[in-house]
């Protein structure tokens, strides 16, 4: 990323290089040569020595990455991305690996996923390109947000809403089973998520324990659309991908099939894996695997409610035209007790409706993010000079950014009601016995 210096400043190795080249050592040299001498937060003089305006954040930043030895050091080694320092490693996929990040404006923790354009061929550029459209069409207060993609001579990196909590399958792998309560809560806010995607005719086609993130103890968040696909509710798709122990019967039959009937048997297996703490389907082998999945054979223990069981046996059908739909399993009797979240009215991506309108014209979320993207030195003419960039651009970070806080600031990301509770009967002891025999073959993400 180019950095954009101050008016007046001019970084290092430009009108100072090539003055000092031709031997030059007047009042140009000594007056831009105290920039790299002093921290750029200090206050700055004129020539005179009259006291002038504070740099803003903004500003300080981009000097920073013009002339600050230790920040070009990092964007150098790769420590830095654009405006993101960046962080440990917290997951990794088969064709990336995901960072944590920090924005050094705002603050706000974010997950970095970075990919190698050398590896990146055609097959793989689509799949980039429909899951960066596929969360951009997505407004769900249970679906991961994209901020900003920020591309190096490399690399590509997509900056998202970071999922602090983790994932669903690192918890029950360590914690053993969900109780019957926070089953239905975390079910809920997927299913509420996955309605909203088929709603938009976009099919995730790798939904596993794997891709729901907590952000906090009772909301989870729904991510990873590297597979997602834009297709009609009829239209047959024949590409394999996912995880191979989330596959319905009719991927490993090598038959066309309709996207949605496939995300909905992997939130049967998903399902099955929260309330008992092990796979439905489980195998050494791929070959295995497919034979029990083929021959629908998985048992069920007693211990689990008949309702959830019900549900399960509903979602878990050989035939696709079997299953239930989405719009039933919100409806059963399992999930009686929850009031489901909401998807968001849709929200503007870009910013520049911000330098366009009148205060008066824009609503309380958005007046509050002008206001911070102001005092950041972030200006109407930073975000009219953005148009045409669309989410690969600095400026649209930080407003999505912000705009995102302001959002959950508000409670725009309401949790699931539970109308009563059902106590459980089954301790964290006997939940984690249940973990002890489980096989983890879910990890394996393939795509032919």
Known sequence: MTAVCPSGVVPAGATVGSSRGSGSTGGQDRRYARWSRQDSSDIATDDEGVPARQLTPLERLNLDMCQDDRVVRELTVGRRIGFYKVRGEIGCGNFSHVKLGI?????????????????LDQKTQRLLSREISSMERLHHPNIIRLYEVVETLSRLHLVMEYAGGGELYTKISMEGKLSDIDSKIVFSQILSAVKHMHDNSIIHRDLKAENVFYTCSTCVKVGDFGFSTLSRRDETLNTFCGSPPYAAPELFRDEHYLGVFVDIWALG????????????????TVAKLKRC??????????????PCQRL??????????????????????????????????????????????TPSELEEDEAEVREALEILGITPEHILNNQGKDCRSSVTGVYRILLHRAHKRRAVE?????????????????????????????KLCVIL
């Open 312 to 357: 399960i046996r509903g979602i878990l059908q050989p035939q696709p035209s079997d299953r239930c739909s989405v719009e039933q399993m919100m409806g059963c009797e399992w999930l009686l007790p929850i009031d489901f979240p909401r998807a968001m009215e849709p929200f503007k991506l870009d910013p520049s409706y911000l330098a366009e309108s």
């Open 269 to 284: 297996v998903m399902l099955f894996f929260m309330v008992t703490g092990t796979m439905p389907f489980r195998a050494d």
């Open 103 to 119: 924005h050094a404006l705002t603050n706000d923790k974010v997950a970095i996923k970075i990919l190698d354009k050398t590896k």
């Open 414 to 442: 309401s949790m699931p009601v539970v109308t009563h509770v059902v106590g459980s009967s089954v301790s964290k002891k006997d939940r984690l016995k249940a973990y002890h025999s489980l096989r983890h073959t879910s």
């Open 293 to 306: 999945i083929l021959e629908g054979a998985y048992v069920l223990p007693s211990w689990v409610q008949e």
